[in-house]
């Protein structure tokens, strides 16, 4: 499958919701239960670092950061989401998506990307890790599901060779 990554854009906000939703409906990939509006969306992720994986007219797939933390000490941290609509799982869209991601937060100066992945998410784990990703450690029992199932969540995170050396 053939495809172009660029920048998102306010004009994607359908998309980005649509694929959103697909990902809130496998139970795996989110302890949302619903999409966000785009305002609040927009206002939680940082504007620099935000792409999408576009075909035919149709997006395929986003990615973005979202700052850790708003004290300036950790300024260079981020919390990394990658999103892939269902038709387009497992044909390298995540992958690519992920790698340019990862260079765009190098340019903006990031130097520690991190994940909080459901254990069962295991295509999510494979992608993270094949990426420079490594797990740290695994929260218990952090969260609960709307229908009231505790999960599990692995932290991975991901230093940067160049950034903050």
């Known amino acids: 499958m053939e495809f172009v990554i660029r920048e998102m854009s306010a004009a994607d906000r359908e998309e980005i919701r649509r694929i959103y939703l697909e990902g809130i409906a496998t139970g795996n990939a989110t302890f949302e239960a619903e999409a966000p509006s785009w305002e609040r ?29 708003g004290r300036p000490v950790y300024a260079g941290v981020a919390e990394v989401s990658v999103y892939v609509e269902n038709d387009a799982r497992g044909l390298g869209v995540g992958s690519a998506l992920l790698s340019k991601l990862i260079a765009a937060s190098e340019r903006e100066g990031f130097w520690t990307l991190q994940a909080g992945i459901f254990p069962e998410n295991e295509a999510s784990l494979a992608l993270h890790k094949k990426h420079g990703f490594r797990v740290v450690g695994r929260r218990e029992r952090i969260g609960r599901m709307k229908d009231g199932t505790w999960r599990d969540v692995l932290l991975l995170e991901r230093r940067s060779g160049t950034v903050g050396l």
Request: hydrophobic share 45%; charged share 15%.
């Open 41 to 69: 969306w927009d206002a939680g992720h940082v504007r620099s670092c935000r792409l999408v994986a576009f075909c035919d007219g149709r997006v395929l797939s986003w990615a973005a950061l979202s700052p850790s933390s």
